[in-house]
């Protein structure tokens, strides 16, 4: 919906018109802003995607390399990790295209439905994302050390359990950094976007409430 389309959208709503010029530069700013946000959601999750098939073309490659059953095995992990998360960012970018409405209150509901949906997505990034990732890395990483230490002769099982150790705590480090990330950008942007949806909408319902309260006062032609 273009800007010019969504102020029309605005004055067909029952607002007093004094409520309608006060708001003419909010539907402005709140299109300008819902526009960076679908533009900035498809970017990631582009960017989200392409990355996770990069982790698993190079695990793949490795593991062919090692020729580690174990490493293959967390190359598949990642494989479906990296699936699922293409599948659940789709799902959610489709739901949002459909929520564009001609009205104003459609639109405001389908906006901040959208932006919830990416406040729950980012919430819970360590359900869908982080685990099946490092789940998958972690299976990739033993089995890369596993195959080192055979190749090279060691045998030292607590060396192995050291390295597998390390391997664990630094993809805990990573994890925890992305889900401190995530849900940083869900506080810091996408909870105070969807905050000034709802005022908007509060806005939008209570200019129309106080015009049909109005209307009902106003005493009835002979």
Same mark, same amino acid.
């Given at each position: ?87 659940? +960012?789709?799902?959610? %970018? @489709?739901? *949002? $295209? !459909? ?5 104003? &209150? #459609? ?67 990573v994890g925890w950094l992305v889900w ?17 949806? +709802?005022?908007?909408? %509060? @806005?939008? *319902? $209570? !200019? ?5 309260? &109005? #209307? ?7």
């Open positions: 919906m273009d800007i010019e389309r969504f102020r029309s959208a605005w004055r067909d709503q029952p607002v007093p018109a004094h409520l309608i010029e006060e708001d003419d530069d909010m539907i402005e700013s709140l299109e300008r802003r819902m526009k960076l946000f679908h533009r900035k959601i498809v970017f990631r999750d582009a960017v989200e995607t392409l990355a996770a098939l990069f982790v698993v073309a190079v695990f793949a490659w490795v593991s062919r390399q090692s020729g580690s059953g174990l490493a293959w095995a967390g190359t598949v992990v990642a494989a479906a990790a990296a699936a699922g998360i293409a599948i659940r +960012l789709g799902r959610a %970018r @489709r739901a *949002e $295209a !459909g929520s564009a409405a001609h009205d104003l &209150r #459609s639109r405001l509901h389908g906006e901040i439905d959208a932006v919830e949906r990416q406040i729950h997505l980012l919430r819970t990034v360590a359900r869908w994302y982080v685990l099946p990732l490092m789940l998958g890395g972690f299976l990739w990483s033993v089995g890369l050390i596993l195959a080192a230490t055979e190749e090279i002769g060691i045998h030292s099982t607590p060396a192995a359990l050291v390295a597998v150790a390390v391997v664990a705590l630094w993809l805990s480090a401190r990330v995530n849900r940083k950008a869900a506080r810091d942007h996408l909870e105070p976007l969807r905050s000034g949806l +709802l005022d908007s909408l %509060r @806005r939008l *319902e $209570a !200019g129309g409430d106080d015009q049909s309260t &109005r #209307s009902a006062g106003s005493p009835s032609s002979p």
